[in-house]
């Protein structure tokens, strides 16, 4: 940022830096649907969780409730907030089959009717381990018609599917810029309700923590590198230049679909099951060869290991364990290619050709199964 350190002064003390926040905030809430007056950035999805969370006065006693499919993240927030404030959390297991929304719906109702006093619901827009696109107007509106403030954690849907902000009228939504939409790492949205304007305010107390308005409480004044926020509309106009969000929806969901049906086959595995409209474009689950389902216990830790062991060979996917089995969550975007998953279906043949002996060399220490030890 040439133009800030040329001039410093101007940068910080007399709004430059201010008039750049302000437009990036305009052109982003159009993108998403968003009145500017509700919308502010912050540096990632868990920033804007924890924001949203600090802003609510809890009692003891108090319910959040959150999904097995939830960001990791969530379960530890939800752990901090039961030591700090003496809330109780309450986990919906999301259970398969999911064949229609209604089969989403009916699993929160019947938790939401089985646990008085829930204050707070927390759902992924796109579930981290599952790349389910949830039902999201209709939870909202059950959590509201419940009393139940909603946060929703769409760390993947901005650039990744359309976006009205207004419409689905949650308590709060925070989603990365800096995964779908091109931004540098470090860039979030957090969309605020009015109703919620006077209480929310972010994390580090700072100059302008008592501005009369959401978005003048948000502007950065202590010094910071708020680039990434600032060049939100190159990413914008970047985005847009590959064809929008439509063009670029469309060609990676229709080449995912057939890649993962292509490493299903290859693995005589299966792709995750889902009603087609419930699954997020640019993201497919394929679940790993029976080799690692009987060996390995589904835990996050065996799939950072697998991730680990795969990225020594110089190929990287994302294993999510989720459903009782390891899945290798596939991404597309529009710099991956057909023979990228290729390289990850053959990566995968050679870990099944190794696993016995890097179990044997007790390599990476693996959690087996019972049965298996
Ligand atoms: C649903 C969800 N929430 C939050 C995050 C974390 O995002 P960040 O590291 O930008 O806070 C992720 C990351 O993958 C995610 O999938």
Same mark, same amino acid.
């Given at each position: ?19 750049? #926040? ?69 986990? @919906? ?39 389910? @696109?949830?039902?999201?107007?209709? @939870? ?50 957090? &969309? ?14 700072? !100059? ?41 929806? !469309?060609?990676?969901?229709?080449? @995912? ?9 290859? &693995?005589?595995?299966?792709? #995750? ?35 680990? &062991? ?16 390891? &899945? ?46």
């Amino acid at each position: 940022m040439r133009e800030r350190d040329e001039d410093p002064d101007g940068w910080y003390r007399f709004s430059k830096e201010k008039l750049l #926040y302000l437009d990036a905030i305009k052109q982003l809430a159009e993108f998403v649907g968003s009145e500017p007056s509700n919308l502010v950035f912050v540096e990632n999805a868990s920033t804007g969780t924890n924001t949203a969370l600090n802003s609510i006065r809890f009692q003891t006693g108090d319910k959040i409730l959150f999904t097995s499919h939830g960001y990791a993240a969530v379960a530890k927030n939800v752990a901090n907030l039961r030591k700090r404030a003496g809330i109780t959390e309450v986990c @919906l297991d999301l259970k398969l089959p999911i064949r229609s929304e209604d089969d989403i719906i009916s699993q929160f109702e019947r938790v939401i009717s089985e646990n008085e006093g829930i204050k707070v619901a927390l759902i992924d827009h796109i579930t981290c381990p599952s790349a389910i @696109l949830m039902p999201l107007k209709s @939870l909202i509106d059950l959590c509201h018609r419940n009393g139940i403030l909603v946060i929703v954690d769409g760390a993947h849907a901005p650039g990744h599917i359309p976006l009205n902000l207004e419409e689905l009228s949650a308590d709060f939504y925070t989603g990365n810029i800096h995964k779908w939409l091109f931004s540098p790492r470090g860039c979030a949205l957090f &969309w605020v309700h009015p109703n919620h304007h006077d209480s929310v305010s972010p994390l580090v107390v700072s !100059r302008n923590h008592e501005r009369k308005t959401l978005v003048e409480r948000f502007i950065p004044d202590a010094t910071r590198d708020s680039s990434a926020y600032l060049v939100v509309p190159d990413a914008l106009r970047f985005h847009k230049s590959l064809g929008g969000l439509d063009v670029i929806l !469309r060609r990676n969901r229709d080449s @995912l679909r057939g890649v993962a049906k292509l490493l299903a086959e290859s &693995w005589n595995s299966e792709v #995750y099951p889902l009603a087609d409209h419930l699954r997020a474009p640019n993201m497919a689950l394929v679940a790993m060869p029976s080799i690692f389902q009987e060996l390995f216990e589904p835990s996050d830790a065996n799939c950072t290991k697998m991730m680990e &062991w795969l990225h020594g060979k110089n190929v990287f996917v994302c294993f999510s364990s989720v459903s009782g089995k390891i &899945w290798a969550r596939l991404s597309m975007q529009v710099w991956n290619c057909f023979e990228d998953y290729l390289k990850v279906r053959d990566a995968v043949h050679e870990m099944k050709e190794e696993v016995p002996y890097i179990i044997e060399e007790g390599k990476f220490s693996f959690e087996l199964k019972q049965s298996k030890l």
